[in-house]
């Protein structure tokens, strides 16, 4: 079969999935790159690192008043695609508890109540009827603050063929999402951005449901409106922790570009994790002119050509005999390098709280963070010591069950603690308090209990 009736095939299940045209149209497009044998790949020789960029630390009061002005025509974006199966949950991430009895989706709801605009969510066909169900059980969900919608799904491809990837067992999994570089074809074809438009919303500030440093800066508001950006990127600085994360660099021709990990080539990944060399780490936070963009997809026919990212998997992600498949992704901020005004802007690292392991939620759980009353979840100001560590054995704590289970009466005090590391399964009394750099090692079969009330230090 030809690449041509290849095509159509995918076009042909797209369509009887209930696919609007423009999600056909831009598969279309990144099958076709596939099939000529685009990797997506940038090589370190087509791109420069990026030197000083404006600083949020410097933005003083002015901005900040300009910003608060420009709140009544600013929504807040979070994008909710993402399921909590690496915690061992099949249900949206955002549904998950995080502090003081409180989801993420209940504290980003409250900030957008605060702020009085509106909140905007991109769920994924995994995530949407649940997120939902979710809201309208909330005692102040009102249709005015709430905009949801479904962003586009694709198929998978098999590596061998570039045919549709099948699978009987369970059909969900011949599909998969595009990447949150959907975004911007997702917000038309929802019909969510003309509606925003005609609201007299301009301004759009999107992060990941799970970044819960991720609140709306009048400071950066302001600055974004003052030069007049139709797109602009958070970027703080790059850490070891961070080397195989996302990075900004530029293109020989001047223009911004964001680099992931599954886009550099093997011959360059010394370079690539070199954070001395590319200094900016993505933290997927992003401001939009909603005006501009309407007129940038209007000038594209709708489609947003964003650099192709190929991921090779198994069809079954739990079945390593499966099929292997081809996923075709986008990256959101990948959108950096469409636009002529372009910018980025440095930020502090507290912008960039994302919890992606039960160790990221302990911490956030203990009293290192408190919620304020304005919804944000922000360092103990009791607290004075630097970034917070949680490493807990995947063996035994993976799970939020399993780590739940071994730490029955909540978080440990960390208000105190540096980084904790537990290694084997410990199972922790109350009223432990962690201070400074801790160890804790149980190198037998059999678990063992940190005693109530014990201190851990060293």
């Not at 009887?16 to 997506?40: D, I």
């Not at 399993?402 to 590391?421: D, I, N, T, V």
Request: aromatic share 6%; net charge neutral.
């Amino acid at each position: 079969m030809t690449s041509r009736d290849q095509s159509a095939l995918f076009a042909a299940r797209m369509r009887a999935a209930g696919l609007p045209e423009l999600a056909v149209k831009t598969f279309a497009h990144y099958y076709a790159q596939l099939v000529a044998g685009a990797t997506g790949l940038i090589a370190e020789r087509e791109i420069e690192p990026v030197g000083a960029l404006p600083d949020a630390a410097t933005f003083g009061d002015a901005l900040a008043e300009r910003g608060r002005r420009a709140l009544a025509r600013t929504v807040l974006v979070k994008l909710n695609g993402g399921l909590a199966t690496s915690m061992g949950l099949t249900g949206p991430k955002a549904l998950l508890t995080v502090k003081e009895g409180l989801t993420f989706l209940d504290v980003v709801m409250r900030q957008a109540e605060i702020q009085r605009i509106p909140l905007v969510l991109m769920d994924s066909f995994s995530t949407h009827a649940a997120t939902l169900a979710a809201v309208a059980r909330h005692p102040k969900a009102r249709a005015d603050l709430v905009v949801a919608f479904e962003q586009h799904k694709i198929p998978k491809i098999t590596k061998d063929g570039l045919a549709p990837g099948l699978w009987p067992k369970d059909p969900q999994l011949e599909w998969c999402p595009p990447g949150h570089g959907n975004l911007y074809a997702a917000l038309a074809t929802s019909g969510a951005l003309d509606r925003l438009l005609a609201d007299g919303y301009e301004h759009a500030f999107v992060s990941n449901v799970d970044n819960l440093g991720a609140v709306i800066d009048p400071a950066i508001l302001g600055h974004f409106v003052e030069r007049e950006h139709a797109f602009m990127m958070e970027v703080t600085d790059r850490t070891e922790a961070d080397k195989k994360g996302g990075h900004l660099a530029r293109h020989r021709d001047g223009r911004l570009v964001l680099r992931e990990s599954a886009q550099c080539p093997h011959d360059d990944q010394a370079a690539f994790q070199d954070v001395a060399r590319h200094r900016y780490f993505n933290t997927n936070n992003i401001w939009l002119s909603l005006p501009r963009l309407k007129a940038f997809l209007d000038a594209n026919a709708g489609v947003v050509r964003l650099p192709i990212i190929r991921n090779t998997k198994t069809i079954d992600p739990r079945d390593p005999a499966s099929p292997v498949v081809y996923q075709l992704e986008t990256a959101m901020g990948a959108a950096i390098e469409l636009f002529a005004d372009a910018a980025a802007v440095r930020v502090p690292r507290l912008r960039f709280a994302a919890v992606k392991k039960t160790g990221d939620l302990l911490g956030i759980r203990s009293d290192a963070f408190v919620l304020t009353d304005d919804s944000r979840i922000v360092t103990n100001p009791a607290r004075t010591l630097g970034t917070l560590v949680v490493n807990l054995d995947d063996r035994f704590y993976a799970f939020i069950d399993q780590m739940e289970a071994r730490f029955p009466h909540g978080a440990p005090s960390l208000l105190g603690c540096e980084k904790l590391e537990v290694t084997g399964d410990v199972r922790f009394g109350r009223n432990v308090v962690v201070l400074g750099v801790a160890r804790v090692v149980n190198e037998s079969d059999a678990p063992r209990e940190i005693p109530d009330g014990a201190v851990l230090a060293g």
